[in-house]
T-cell receptor
Framework: NAGVMQNPRHLVRRRGQEARLRCSPM?????VYWYRQLPEEGLKFMVY????????ESGMPKERFSAEFPKEGPSILRIQQVVRGDSAAYFC???????????FGQGTRLTVV | KNEVEQSPQNLTAQEGEFITINCSYS?????LHWLQQHPGGGIVSLFM???GKKKHGRLIATINIQEKHSSLHITASHPRDSAVYIC?????????????FGKGTHLIIQP
């Protein structure tokens, strides 16, 4: 049973480009969470999704950021028109149910140049 | 909003020592998580607990709901335990959504 898979592990984008980060949850997990870890800062919750639904996006910036978790395929965190301040590590976690222990992916390190 | 405080921020110890990392939070929670982040950056979930005590190998996690405090203990510490240990709390009724994270404790175990 593979763990939570994130790709790419490292992503470099120029300012103004789009970044797409993918997260495949563990088999049997239908709850996905995205977190951001800015340099020298702690982790911050961004968004919680179940299949085809956004449940809680209270941690997502209002502009340029979006997330989806389609019926088929991985969850996608999409950042449009990236800026230098978006450079961070983005982690995905999944759990089988809301109050179950979550398992984390290895993260995607986004660098905006 | 919950405030999560971890102590110490940095800890260097010798191999074999007993390690304690503390976490305090300000508002009632549904569960508390202990995470481990290695220098490579990946995060491993160590424990999720809402009461009492859990043990896994050399790791022990305890929580006191009344005092809003949790501790992570490492017995017979080893250099491979060197990592950042992060405490995270979930709001009442929630799971891993809406987690509030501490800033982490940087642990170095010297041989």
């Amino acid at each position: 049973n593979a763990g939570v898979m994130q790709n790419p592990r490292h992503l470099v984008r120029r300012r103004g480009q789009e970044a797409r980060l993918r997260c495949s949850p563990m088999k049997g997990h239908s709850h996905v969470y995205w977190y951001r870890q800015l340099p020298e800062e702690g982790l911050k919750f961004m968004v919680y999704l179940q299949k085809e639904n956004i449940i809680d996006e209270s941690g997502m910036p209002k502009e340029r950021f979006s997330a989806e978790f389609p019926k088929e395929g991985p969850s996608i965190l999409r950042i449009q028109q990236v800026v230098r301040g978006d450079s961070a590590a983005y982690f995905c976690a999944s759990s089988p149910a809301l109050q179950e222990r979550a398992f984390f992916g290895q993260g995607t390190r986004l660098t905006v140049v | 909003k919950n405030e999560v405080e971890q102590s110490p921020q940095n800890l260097t110890a010798q191999e074999g020592e007993f390690i304690t990392i503390n976490c305090s939070y300000s508002v009632g929670i549904s569960a508390l998580h202990w995470l481990q982040q290695h220098p490579g950056g990946g995060i491993v979930s160590l424990f999720m607990l809402s009461s009492g005590k859990k043990k896994h190998g050399r790791l022990i996690a305890t929580i006191n709901i009344q005092e809003k405090h949790s501790s992570l203990h490492i017995t017979a510490s080893h250099p491979r335990d060197s990592a950042v240990y992060i405490c995270a709390v979930g709001p009442s009724g929630g799971g891993a959504d809406g987690l509030t994270f501490g800033k982490g404790t940087h642990l170095i175990i010297q041989p």
